[in-house]
C-alpha cells in the first residue's frame, strides 16, 4: 500500500544537492570535511528561498557516506568511510525547526567506485561503469542486493520519521534484479526503506526518461530525472504506451506522484546558473499548476552553503510559486 504524497504535492518544489566524497579520500578527510558542514547555515538559506523539502545524498560511488552504519561496517570493515557525525540527523533537525521536510537521496548500486567497498558488498566489477553491459543486465547479483538492503535498512532506523521520502538511483536492471516475485526485489528494497518509517515516500530511478514513467507499480513518486529536456507534454503510461506530446502534464504516473528532477547549474553539483530566471521560475509554475512536483539540484560547497547565484534563482522560484 503506497504512503500518501499529499504533503509532498502541498510543498510544490525543492531543493537537491549532491554532497560527495571522492575515491581515493582519506577517512579523516571526508570526517573532517563533513565536520565542517554547518546546518544552520544551509537551513536558513533553504528558509530564505521558501523551499517546503530538501535532498542531499547519503554517498555514491566512492564508498563515502554522510551518516554511520553499524551494518555497512560490519560488512565492508572499512572504518571512518560513514563518517562519525550523522549529518542527515543533524540536518533533518534543522530543517524540522523550520517547517522544512528531509528526504535523501541512496544508490541501488552503493560503493561500485571502491573496488575493496564492491568487493565486500558482493557487487561485480564494472555493474555502473558498464551501465549497458547485457552480461551484466541478465544478473540479479542477490547476495549484493541482500547486503545493500540491510545497510539501508540500518540508516532507516536510525532516522525513522526524520526522513520523509527516499530517491534511489540506478536501478537500470529493474527485469533482472527487481522484477521478481520473492526477495530481493522492489518490495523487500522499498520494506528495507522504510524499515523506520512506514510513511515514507520512494521513487526508483530507470535513468534519464521523457516522458517520464513509474519505475515500480507501488513507488509513491516518480524519480523523474531530466537532463537537456523539460518535458511539457502529456505522458502516457507504461513502457509500451503510445506517448504525445499534447495536452497538459498529468498529476500522477500509474498512481505514483508526478514529480521532476533536473539541474540548474551546468551538470549535476557543479556550474553556474544555466538557465535565465524567467525560464526556471515558469517551468516551475506551469509543472505545479498542473498537479505536480520539481526538484532543481544545486552546487554545495564541503562547509554546507549553497553558492549565492543559486539562492538568488531559488529565491524567484519560491516567490513565484508563493
Known amino acids: 500500500m503506497r504512503a500518501s504524497t499529499e504533503w509532498f504535492k502541498a510543498c510544490k518544489w525543492g531543493v537537491f544537492t549532491h554532497y560527495l566524497g571522492t575515491v581515493g579520500m582519506s577517512a579523516e ?8 558542514f554547518d546546518v544552520e547555515r544551509l537551513a536558513y538559506q533553504l528558509a530564505s528561498v521558501g523551499a517546503r523539502y530538501y535532498f542531499i545524498t547519503i554517498g555514491q560511488g566512492s564508498g563515502h557516506y554522510c551518516a554511520p552504519n553499524a551494518a555497512y561496517d560490519a560488512i565492508v570493515g572499512q572504518p571512518g568511510m560513514c563518517s562519525r557525525r550523522d549529518l542527515v540527523s543533524d540536518i533533518a533537525d534543522a530543517l524540522a525547526a523550520r517547517g522544512i521536510h528531509m528526504l535523501v537521496y541512496a544508490p541501488s548500486d552503493g560503493s561500485w567506485g571502491s573496488e575493496e567497498a564492491r568487493a565486500k558488498l558482493g557487487l561485480k566489477s564494472g555493474w555502473v561503469g558498464e ?3 547485457s552480461e551484466k543486465a541478465n544478473d540479479r547479483q542477490v547476495e549484493f542486493q541482500l547486503r545493500w ?4 535498512r540500518d540508516w532507516s532506523l536510525r532516522w525513522g520519521t526524520k526522513v ?3 530517491w534511489i538511483d540506478g536501478c537500470y536492471f529493474a527485469d533482472a534484479m527487481y522484477r521478481h516475485p520473492d526477495a530481493p526485489n ?12 512506514p510513511d515514507a515516500i520512494i521513487a526508483f530511478n530507470p535513468g534519464v526518461y521523457v516522458p517520464v ?3 515500480w507499480e507501488e513507488e509513491e513518486f ?3 530525472e531530466l537532463s537537456g529536456d523539460l518535458p511539457v507534454g502529456a505522458f502516457g503510461y507504461g513502457d509500451n504506451a503510445v506517448y504525445c506530446n499534447f495536452g497538459p502534464i498529468r498529476d500522477t504516473v500509474n498512481g505514483a506522484q508526478f514529480h521532476v528532477l533536473c539541474f540548474l547549474g551546468d551538470w549535476w553539483l557543479h556550474g553556474a546558473p544555466r538557465f535565465p530566471d524567467e525560464l526556471v521560475v515558469g517551468y516551475t509554475r506551469y509543472i505545479v499548476q498542473h498537479g505536480g512536483v520539481v526538484t532543481w539540484d544545486v552546487p554545495i560547497t564541503p562547509d554546507g552553503s549553497i553558492p549565492d547565484a ?3 534563482q531559488l529565491g524567484k522560484v519560491g516567490a513565484a510559486v508563493r
Open 131 to 133: 551501465p549497458w553491459n
Open 213 to 215: 514513467r513509474s519505475h
Open 310 to 312: 543559486f539562492v538568488r
Open 149 to 152: 538492503e540491510a545497510i539501508l
Open 164 to 166: 520523509k521520502g527516499w
Open 186 to 197: 522492489f518490495a523487500s528494497f522499498a520494506a528495507a526503506l522504510k524499515a523506520g518509517n
Open 222 to 224: 516518480t524519480a523523474g
Open 29 to 36: 578527510e571526508w570526517n573532517a570535511r563533513v565536520d565542517s
